[in-house]
């Protein structure tokens, strides 16, 4: 099946080759006909699956009759970052369309935002608090949305956005199409999918579980010694980008600060961070200015960098969904990754929620010559090129560069 076949606009289908897009992935499969036919869908898949072209697509279909410069479509999604991300996606989708889009989120000039919509648009991408502040303000009119898309809705109820979208949805016009996607089913999530579908038709793709693309390994630790764990893990891996993933927004920014104190190209992306900083430690990590972001688990929501050959969580995260988010940063639409997870002996009860997921149990692994003891370390020299070579396991893998030193940059 390639993407011909859902009958799409050639002015759309040219943004589809544009992005590089060949084949259609599962969910896109799935679920553009039925969405283009105007159903409700329940989407059950993760990110990295292509469920944001999966909706983006027949909405901008939608878009090309009809008015304009009144917002007809609405994606609500939990982090500034994912929203961005949605709204390049639709900008690059429909850059030959003459359609619209805004984003609406916090932490930014308001009056940027308003003057936005304003000026008019038919897609509004936001996220919950700032879209209400604005209704609150009558500065956007939501009586004409004609489709609502809520992605990521667990992550938004275990943000506590789940009040904030009921009040959303009471300044929406009942007649409309809804889509509903999250990576998990837990039953208040359900509830308020059945609250608000009107005879979905659900599109699942895979178990919920991380992309089979992605391996995974754990490599038992002290806390003491994590740092020259990573590091000794960081001088011996070909690897292409790494995220990793820290616990707290201190760890985050401390070990940002240490791996660049080892010339690492590093950023930290944590919520301390104001958004014009952040937004410069994706765009750096997206262009290749960074090699390593170092991350919290909502700041690093919805950012969509290709390639990121390693995620490694430096902290094992707090529930099995934050585990599948994180490794949804890799192996991402058909590409392999490696998921790393340090865990210490207080991890045990995680490991096993996470294995039961996985539905098999994750590999450990010990760094040969690494001294795992706890007394006072030595940091290892960064290999040069030709040692990473040598000793690289995934030397010839075309996907994943190899680190470039500092000088040569
Ligand atoms: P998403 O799950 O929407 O976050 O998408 C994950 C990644 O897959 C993004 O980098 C998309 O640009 C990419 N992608 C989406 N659809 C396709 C496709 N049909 N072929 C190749 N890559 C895709």
Known sequence: MNFEQ?????????????????????IQQQAIPVVLAGRD????????????????????????????RRVRALIV???????????EMGAELGRRTKTRSVTVYGGVSKQRQVEALRRGAEIVVACPGRLLDLLGDRAVDLSGVEVLVLDEADRMCDMGFLPDIRRILKALPAQRQTLFFSATMPDDIRELADSILDRPVTVQIGEVAPAETVSHALYPVSHARKKQLLLNLLARTATGRVLVFTRTKYRARNLARDLARQDYRVAALQGNMSQNQRQQAIDGYRNGKYDILVATDIAARGIDVSEITHVINFDIPDTVDAYTHRIGRTGRAEETGEAFTFVTEDDEPMVHQIERMLGERIRRRRLQDFDYSTAEPETPARPTSQEQRKQSPNHGRSKHRSYRSGTQH
């Open 77 to 87: 999604a939990p982090t500034r970052e994912l929203a961005e991300q949605i709204h």
């Open 6 to 26: 859902f009958s799409l606009d050639p002015r759309i289908l040219s943004g589809v080759k544009d992005m590089g897009y060949t084949l259609p992935t599962p």
């Open 41 to 68: 869908v329940l989407g059950i898949a993760q990110t990295g699956t292509g469920k944001t072209a999966a909706f983006m697509l027949p909405i901008l279909q939608r878009l090309l009759t009809g008015p304009l």
